[in-house]
């Protein structure tokens, strides 16, 4: 599936989709870290979240500092060269692709995302090294098909390449089809790549409940937790690479990591495809 972001059309279309007065994850994410791409219903909902589970202002750090942990780790240590993020964020400096060229230039990345702001913001903002192409393109998250048929213009999937699942599946409310959506991606993917994972936990603060409660009460992209066996099973048939699921904060810590006073509810994890 061709990627018509560029057409102008396209574009307009894209746009008019942006919906200022409702809150939008992203817009949330943002908000949470002092960022400037959000509006006064995003800032709302910061505030009720954080009303019910304070940890949340914690959890963009956290994930953010995981993910490039997970990012050094796979070029420097499993020689990865070709990243699919599935699901990005309004944050670019410091993701994938900065993280993954910094170490090794000839890194290539594709962002999958259909949010419209995730997308503009994105393509606004995208530098690449020269011999690493860099992508952002339009597919829905939860649809491997139009994921791979969107990246297959920078990848090459005959070779390894890491998935990121960066929060993506908090967005698919029933297991059976976040499985099949890493069990398709994984299985498009040839031996010694790898699948790497955050998601919110069910089973380490209770206010997360709470939490998810509230967003789901005012938002149409509702959100679910997932237990660690929940987890488990959803990388079953990849082979996990130490410490295995574990919090966030706990995979591979790095001695500049930002410090929590509290634990930080999201596993998260890297397995390998044998």
């Known amino acids: 599936m061709a990627d018509r972001w560029l057409l102008d059309s396209t574009r307009r279309a894209k746009a008019a989709l942006i919906d200022t007065t409702m809150p939008n994850w992203a817009r949330v994410g943002d ?56 699901g990005t964020s309004l944050a670019m400096s410091g993701n994938t692709h900065e993280v993954a060229q910094s170490l090794a230039p000839d890194c290539r990345v594709v962002y999958i995302d259909d949010d419209p702001m995730v997308l503009a913001h994105a393509r606004a903002q995208l530098a690449s090294a020269p011999d690493g192409p860099v992508a952002a393109l339009d597919a829905n998250p ?106 966030v904060t706990e995979w591979r810590p790095a001695p500049d990591d930002p410090r929590f006073e509290r634990l930080v509810p999201v596993y998260g994890a890297v397995a390998r495809k044998p």
């Open 31 to 86: 908000a949470l870290i002092g960022g400037r791409d959000n509006f006064e219903a995003d800032r709302k909902a910061v505030r009720m979240l954080a009303a019910a589970a304070p940890v949340v202002g914690a959890i963009p750090i956290a994930a953010r500092a995981f993910r490039q942990r997970v990012v050094r780790y796979l070029v420097a240590e499993a020689g990865i060269r070709q990243f699919l993020d599935v």
């Open 142 to 247: 939860r649809d491997p098909a139009a994921i791979l048929a969107a990246a297959a213009g920078t990848l090459d999937l005959g070779r390894p390449v890491a998935i990121l699942l960066m929060a993506t599946l908090s967005f698919v409310l029933d297991d059976a089809s976040a499985s099949r959506i890493v069990r398709s991606l994984a299985g498009a993917a040839t031996a010694g790549s790898h699948v790497a994972l955050y998601h919110q936990a069910s089973d380490l603060d209770p206010a997360m409940s709470v939490a998810a409660g509230r967003w789901n009460a005012m938002s149409v992209r509702r959100v679910t937790l997932r237990s660690r066996a929940q987890l488990t099973g959803l990388l079953s048939g990849l082979d996990p690479v130490p410490p295995g699921l574990v919090p």
